[in-house]
């Protein structure tokens, strides 16, 4: 029976992921920054762990706690939306920790491990944004576009291992707390400074009325299917509207 370790499953695509693989028989290692009861049903085959990826101690603890896993999820993230011009550049670290340098971190603590069994598979989740071109997301795409950019050179590097990288770009999905979270709980007027304010509104206007989104079951069925791809494709649309972006590109 293999085993699949997820980051970020305290909520969205992360526990809907979570629950997709333990329902097709895997062994599940839920990570999450503060693990909290109830929100996934533990099992002898899904174990809930703590994992925050901007702390290597917490990585370490976690993996050995697991044991030898057969797929890696990169899921956890933090989204930001904003004007750049004034988001504090502690803001943008912060981002850039979570979303680009905890998935590395992650990643190359399991290496050794797939490397030395000749098989293992790093999924890392990105974005949407990353097909397109979308304001008020410039410190975001950029922590996600660099994770796109260390995939594809990644997936070079562990061929000749039998070792797989991919990544899974998620459209936009409501049913996420992202917008919330995105803007630190404020509103958008309270989050957007004038000028841009009235130009910041009929972006995030158009945003809310676009015909179709991503459901949460969506980037699940998508992450499996790119766990257990061997055609050699590298990067994974999930939901309909992020399809639209990949074919359009």
Not at 22 to 48: C, Y
Not at 194 to 208: H, I
């Amino acid at each position: 029976m293999k085993t699949v370790l997820i980051t970020g499953t305290s909520s969205g695509y992360g526990r809907e992921t979570a629950r997709c693989f333990h329902e097709q028989g895997w062994n599940v290692i839920a990570t999450m920054r503060t693990p909290r009861p109830g929100v996934l049903p533990e099992t002898d085959r899904l174990r809930v762990l703590e994992l925050d990826v901007t702390k290597p101690e917490t990585i370490d603890a976690a993996l050995e706690a697991a044991g030898p896993v057969d797929a890696l999820v990169n899921n956890a993230g933090i989204p930001s939306i904003g004007v750049f011009e004034r988001t504090p550049m502690a803001r943008v670290r912060e981002v850039f920790e979570t979303n680009t340098f905890g998935v590395m971190a992650t990643t190359q603590a399991v290496l050794p491990g797939f490397r030395e069994r000749g098989s293992g598979v790093v999924v890392n989740v990105t974005s949407s944004v990353v097909l397109g071109h979308m304001p008020l997301t410039a410190v975001y795409k950029a922590s996600k576009t660099a994770v796109e950019g260390f995939t594809a050179s990644l997936a070079l590097e562990l061929e000749p291992f039998g070792v797989r990288a991919k990544t899974v770009e998620p459209g936009a999905c409501l049913t996420t707390n992202f917008g919330e979270t995105a803007l630190d709980g404020d509103s958008l007027e309270e989050a957007v400074p004038q000028p841009y304010l009235p130009w910041a509104q009929k972006v995030m206007s158009g945003f809310m009325n676009q015909d179709v989104f991503t459901k949460e079951s969506d980037v699940a069925e998508t992450v499996w299917r790119a766990v257990h791809d061997t055609t050699g494709q590298l990067r994974f649309p999930a939901g309909p509207d992020a399809i639209s972006l990949a074919q359009a590109k």
